[in-house]
């Protein structure tokens, strides 16, 4: 590899999840449902109906377009992309090539990959309809309609990431900026992410602002997790490492692959000399649509708080390390709880230290999600007013904390229950402190012969009065005032 460096472009596929309805048709947009029952006849192309353009997937395409620096449209435009599959009733998809401009052009992405920034550039994003989804079975295959018509984003970038840390890193920071920006959930565990993989290699000392240097591009299709994309790169790099050393890369054809998660590899499907003449044309059942400036401007105004300004804000307003605000935005889920807790007073250091320490750790060891867990941003708010205030001790805090995450018990009745409140009564401990040095002259008098660490041993003594609820920095500054009285 020393002589070598990998060239990666992404192609990722996002559904947009936030629609009332699919792309072009009035059918849920949703696929959870029983198989083919959320079906339109516009899905699967029957004579005679029109696709009709969703606003609300254009809104969210633009604000994408937006947020990754493209350049948008002036006019709107579909184009008709003809392949037969059986996943795809119409016999065509309504996408978006780059011939008239899709809703993004020539933008860039700029994120963090262990540590240090990379910008990417991107070439391109269009919006376009999902295809139907199929189950593969011993005795034949089953194809669920449902998912026809939703929409679903494309972002094309250019070959610009140099590992499958990078590549990976880059897909996750997509993926938080989809779901801040309420354009979709982005979760692969739902099918709604998936990615083309393009690997090649180059010799380190060549230009490679220059294409011709670059190696002979390798598509794998298909990948849905992220964990794949990473051991498909890393998988790709050494198979075309082994050819290189056999001196047989120059002879390999660009080529589609698939990544095969069994066998932890990539297989040949098709080579370039196959591949399939898509006839594209301008799609003739919707007319192009002017995108005006009032419209776009209305847009901009309208994205919201990205995770690298929430964390940015973290740092600069409340103090937080760079590496806590990290894991604070990381999902917005958990962001948006600390926000909250914040919002209802609690100290923003401290929350952070709960949320980060604490919750995180524990629903990981739970098995839990944040959506399953009884802990909510006012009884963490609550509990971290009952430490600061010294009502109950740190480690008392914990104890309730690991509590009120599954018991759906408040802080307050949890610290009533195990009698924990601490006495924080400053009249009461003067009182019991008195009561102590009554029981104990022969004490005082080693005190007043300069044996003053005696405070601790009378400080104690309150501690067992009290049956360990009287707040021990308060005893023991009591004590200290009061013996010197005698
Ligand atoms: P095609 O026309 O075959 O679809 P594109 O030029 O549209 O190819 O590129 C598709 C993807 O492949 C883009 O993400 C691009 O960055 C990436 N790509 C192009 N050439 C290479 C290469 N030599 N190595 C790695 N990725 C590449
Ligand atoms: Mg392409």
């Known amino acids: 590899m020393d002589k070598y460096k990998v060239l990666i472009g992404l192609e990722m596929h996002c559904e947009i999840s936030e629609t009332k ?68 009733p119409k016999g065509f998809q309504i996408t978006q090539e780059t011939k008239p401009a899709p809703i993004g052009s020539y933008g ?45 984003l494309e972002l094309v970038t250019e070959p610009d990431l140099r590992s499958a840390d990078e590549a990976v890193a880059f897909l996750e920071t997509m993926r938080s900026i989809y779901q801040y920006a309420g354009i979709s959930e982005a979760d692969s565990k739902k099918g709604q992410v998936r990615c083309d993989v393009n690997v090649s290699l180059m010799e380190k000392d060549k230009d490679e602002t220059d294409p011709n240097n670059w190696g002979t591009k390798i598509e794998i299709k298909n990948v849905n997790s992220f964990g794949g994309v990473r051991d498909a790169i890393n998988y790709e790099i050494e198979r075309q490492l082994d050819l290189i050393e056999d001196g047989k890369y120059d002879e390999m054809p660009q080529q589609t692959r698939r990544w095969d998660e069994e066998s932890g590899t990539t297989k040949f499907m098709r080579s370039k000399v196959d591949a399939i003449d898509y006839k594209y ?24 708080r990205l995770p690298n300004q929430r964390k940015k804000e973290y740092i600069d307003e409340y103090g937080i390390s760079n590496y806590d605000a ?15 807790t914040i919002k209802l007073g609690a100290d ?10 604490n919750l995180l750790g524990s629903l990981n060891k739970l098995d839990i999600t944040m959506e399953e867990m009884t802990l909510t941003p006012a009884k963490l708010a609550e509990l971290i007013e009952l430490s600061s205030s010294n009502k109950i001790s740190s480690k008392q805090a914990k104890e309730v904390f690991a509590d009120i995450l599954t018991s759906g018990k408040t802080p307050k009745e949890i610290v009533k229950e195990k009698g924990m409140e601490q006495m924080s009564d400053t009249e009461e401990i ?11 002259p022969d004490v005082i008098e080693q005190y007043k012969k300069g044996r003053t660490n005696v405070v601790d041993y009378l400080t104690g003594q309150i501690m067992k009065k009290t049956r360990g609820t009287a707040n021990p920095t308060i005893a023991r500054s009591t004590m200290a005032l009061e013996i010197e009285k005698r």
């Open 21 to 88: 309805t699919k792309v072009f048709s009035g059918a849920e947009n949703s696929y959870k449902e029983q198989a083919n029952s959320n079906i339109r006849p516009v899905d699967m192309a029957f004579p005679g109906t029109l696709p009709v353009v969703n606003k609300e997937a254009v809104r969210l395409s633009l604000m994408a377009s937006m947020i990754l620096n493209c350049t948008q449209p002036e006019y709107l435009y579909f184009e008709r992309k003809n392949y037969y599959y059986p996943d795809l």
């Open 108 to 152: 860039s992405l700029t994120f963090e990959c262990n540590g240090e920034e990379k910008t990417v550039r991107i070439n391109n994003l269009h919006l376009e309809e999902d295809a139907a989804s199929s189950d593969h079975f011993n005795e034949g295959s089953r194809i669920d309609y449902n998912r026809a018509g939703v929409p679903l």
């Open 281 to 304: 044309f301008v799609e003739p059942n919707i007319p192009k649509i002017k995108l005006s400036k009032e419209w776009l401007e209305e847009i901009r105004k309208q994205i919201p």
């Open 326 to 340: 990290t894991i604070l935005v990381k999902e917005k889920n958990v962001s948006d709880f600390y926000e909250e």
């Open 348 to 357: 923003p250091k401290s929350a952070s230290n709960w949320i980060t320490t």
């Open 430 to 440: 003067v009182r019991i402190a008195n009561e102590v040095l009554d029981e104990n």
